[in-house]
């Protein structure tokens, strides 16, 4: 186990000290907004797709642009719908980098999360 | 000499090249099992594009596409999509909590010996699985590609398996690192080429290019056929068809975030923010790569045609006859030359994941409870299980030989990925409640619940006529109990149930009181393992 790399000698309480602290919270609450809503919207988006076509398989050949169907189209757009939650998401992700760095900082420098001794 | 065969020496001399460089680089056990975590966002989103497009990706795809058209297209878009998976859920966690395999993050607050015996045990029969189907297939093509030279299967299967034994046992992490980079590369840069290709057969008009596909004529049981390529439903038929494709997209949504060759790549990073990136790097390509396979797969329909791709060496054939047809023999050459090149780079992937999970889960942490006897022992002992791996995969796929009907491997792969590894990470990662006996039950029931639903499935379960033989032949024959062939929409389920009452039924105060510790570290990065400075 890689446990010499732990921020104090009181490591039996920090970890707790920070995960009950409002940083943290914040930090849990920030990637919670965009993660679970991402989720659950990309799975919803990608099963319709094998749904679509296994069960209305007329209705998804119908002709959008030239012989270009629905089919085609929606499996197309999955590849965007990727990118796009991949591009917010790294966006996204520069709120968490810089509350985590503070969380880190504090928890190595700081004496709010070492507690009484 | 023929051209091909010039080509695979060129690529393999310069990938010698980089075990030798890397060997020099690869003392100690994070330089050897994580190249130090000293890896770049972008070279480690090439790498994990690289391990993750096969041969089954490039050949498979464009050959599933070129036969059954847009139902092909499919695996396609499952294959990126899943990604996103990846991205959100597991690689942050992983990178920030473990160190060289995914049975770390478990270890936490688990109890190590029996969680990690059996998460190394699924770990390598995942890859043990992938790597025969992709050695099989490596050999049948090798052979194919190299038709003339006298180059026969077996030859081909000991080079590919003498070959990544090399990569893997004298340049780690880091040689098998950069020969996924140039083999991804390449791979582009084929696909590319090839597309551009296709393009201008039809004067780089997409609207003549899909008039195209809207008429693919082929000869079926003698009668000429003329199908829209576009359509759905030419694969996957009513009545289990359309719920064999669910099950299949589950498999890929939730097993490659499972995948244990994928994973251990996200430690050769710096950080969790190097990891996020890496993921973003890699879904450009293999994002790029798979729309692509519509100009390989219909291309190959509408221009080479399914009759003359099953006379001149069937599905997997269709991209480099593909080639052959718009570009003439140099290039046909250089399409098959990156085939093996990447073949060669995915078993060498499976061979490190398998190897180090043996040596670091199994052999340190399971037999020796955590403690190296001698310093450098790991890597020693990683290094001899490569070896043992590479030569049980050349001797299985000797056995099974050319036409030995491995395809189900990698659909198995997947779903034991899915429903052992992933349920297990996930809840380790996100309930507090859970614990040791959870974990071995949700990976038993998952590892047992899909290799069993495989065997009874179509796969392995059918009557063939008697002009099938040998190992072509299904293993069962009789009519399959499971009718998918794809064992996920069950599976997983499975998996997440058993992890689920494992935990219920049992009490351990300990993995409870380590959750913060897990969740704080795999949130924030405190605490996480660092990379070798300079």
């Known amino acids: 186990m890689p446990d010499d790399s732990k921020p104090t000698q009181n490591d039996q309480t920090i970890w707790d000290r920070v995960a009950g602290s409002q940083e943290f919270r914040d930090l849990m609450a920030t990637k919670r907004i ?11 988006y990608y099963f319709l797709l094998p749904t679509l076509v296994g069960y209305a398989p007329k209705f998804m050949g119908t002709k959008v642009w030239g012989n270009v169907n629905l089919a085609y189209l929606f499996a197309l757009s999955q590849f965007f719908m990727s990118w796009i939650i991949a591009g917010l998401y790294v966006r996204a992700g520069d709120d968490f980098d810089r509350i985590s760095k503070d969380i880190i900082d504090k928890a190595v420098n700081n004496k709010e999360f070492k507690g009484g001794n | 000499m023929s051209a091909p065969l010039i080509m695979f020496l060129v690529f393999i001399a310069i990938t010698l090249g980089i075990t030798y460089w890397a060997s020099k680089r690869s003392a100690g056990a994070s330089a050897y099992f994580a190249a130090g975590r000293q890896i770049r ?142 083999k991804a590369i390449l791979l582009m840069a084929g696909a590319l080429l090839l597309s551009i290709f296709v393009m201008a057969h039809f004067h780089f008009s997409l609207g003549s290019f899909f008039d195209a596909i809207g008429h693919v004529t082929y000869h079926d049981k003698g009668q000429e056929v003329v199908k829209d390529f576009l359509q759905p439903g030419l694969r996957y038929k009513p009545p289990y068809g359309p719920l064999d494709l669910i099950s299949l997209g589950l498999a890929l949504i939730f097993g490659t975030a499972g995948l244990p060759h994928i994973l251990v790549r996200f430690y050769t990073v710096p950080d969790a923010r190097t990891a996020r990136h890496s993921v973003v790097w890699a879904m450009a390509l293999i994002g790029s790569f798979y729309i692509m396979t519509t100009f390989l797969g219909f291309g190959a329909a509408t221009i080479v045609g399914r009759d003359f791709i099953s006379t001149h060496g069937g599905t997997n054939m269709s991209a480099p006859l593909l080639a052959q047809s718009l570009a003439g023999d140099i290039f046909f050459a250089f399409i098959c030359a990156i085939a093996f090149a990447t073949i060669l780079a995915v078993v060498a992937g499976l061979t490190i994941s398998a190897s180090t999970s043996f040596a670091h889960d199994f052999w340190t942490n399971v ?79 998952g590892l047992l619940a899909s290799i069993g639903l495989i065997i009874v499935s179509p796969s392995l379960m059918a009557v063939d006529p008697p002009t099938v033989t040998g190992t072509a032949r299904h293993l069962i024959q009789a009519k399959a109990w499971f009718p998918l062939e794809n064992p996920g929409i069950l599976s997983i389920p499975l998996g997440f149930v058993g992890a689920i009452l494992g935990t219920l039924l049992s009490h351990e105060p300990t993995s409870q009181h380590k959750f913060n510790e897990l969740l704080v570290r795999s949130n924030t990065g405190l605490g996480a393992e660092k990379a070798i400075s300079h």
């Open chain 2, 41 to 182: 966002s972008w070279q480690n989103g090439v790498a994990v594009a690289g391990d993750y497009m096969s041969a089954a990706s490039f050949l498979g795809i464009a050959g599933i596409i070129a036969f059954q058209g847009y139902d092909g297209f499919l695996f396609s878009v499952g294959w990126l999509v899943a990604y996103l998976t990846v991205l959100l859920v597991i690689a942050e966690p992983l990178r920030n909590a473990g160190k060289y395999t995914m049975a770390d993050v478990l270890a936490y607050r688990l109890k190590p010996r029996p969680v990690r015996a059996i998460a190394s045990l699924s770990t390598l029969t995942v890859s043990t699985f992938y790597m025969i189907a992709q050695m099989v297939g490596a050999g049948a093509l090798v052979a194919l590609l190299l038709k003339g030279s006298g180059i026969g299967y077996q030859h081909a299967v000991i080079g590919v398996g003498i070959l990544m034994i090399i990569y893997v046992v004298f340049g780690g992490m880091i040689a098998t690192t950069w020969v996924q980079i140039i």
């Open chain 2, 367 to 445: 037999i020796h409870k955590g403690t190296e006897r001698k310093p450098g022992e790991e890597v020693r002992v990683a290094r001899i299980a490569a070896f043992v791996v590479g030569a049980v995969a050349i001797s299985i796929a000797i056995l099974l030989g050319p036409t030995a009907n491995v395809a189900f491997l990698v659909a198995l792969a997947f779903a034991v990925a899915a429903s052992a590894n992933l349920p297990v990470i996930v809840l380790s990662i996100f309930w507090r409640r859970f614990n040791t006996a959870g974990a071995v039950t949700g990976l038993a029931v």
């Open chain 1, 34 to 44: 965009f993660i679970v809503p991402a989720f659950i919207f990309f799975i919803i």
